[in-house]
């Protein structure tokens, strides 16, 4: 897997990923959820911010399964899916990632031809604190 660029902004993004936490950017003076993240407030130019908990819910906006790989580094592993996820309480953010069978499961072990836009999702994080998708569980 390649590993994700982080940046000053982006950097607590993915040190609360490795704890098994998804947080979000928001500014500190309107409240305003913001992602990707980033220095200043598009609402209120604030430069103050702070990372807020998210209950890891949403639901599939968009998916694809590239048919050959996009990445040749992950040949190996094709075919997969690349979804984007709205998230529950805030459903102006949209996170990408991969939607899998289970927690530590393979990037294909979730059949293509189930994945539906809507469907419900819970995320859960591989080895490495990258953000994988799971369906929700009524």
């Known amino acids: ?24 950017q928001a500014c500190a003076d309107c409240g305003e959820p913001r992602f990707p993240p980033r220095p200043c407030c598009p609402h209120c130019q604030s430069f ?13 906006w968009s998916y694809v399964v590239p048919h050959p790989p996009l990445l040749p580094e992950y040949a190996a592993q094709a ?38 836009i809507g469907a419900r999702v819970q995320v859960v994080f591989d080895g490495d604190g990258l953000p994988q998708w799971v369906p929700e569980r009524p």
């Open 48 to 60: 103050a911010s702070e990372w807020r908990p998210t209950s890891g819910r949403g639901r599939i």
């Open 1 to 24: 897997m390649l590993n994700p660029v982080t940046d000053a902004d982006g950097a607590p993004f993915w040190q609360y990923a490795a704890q098994g936490e998804l947080r979000v």
């Open 79 to 116: 075919p997969y899916n690349v979804i984007v996820v709205e998230l529950a309480e805030t459903p102006r953010i949209r996170l990408v990632g991969n939607l899998v069978s289970g927690p530590g499961a393979a990037l294909g072990s979730f059949p293509a031809d189930r994945i539906r």
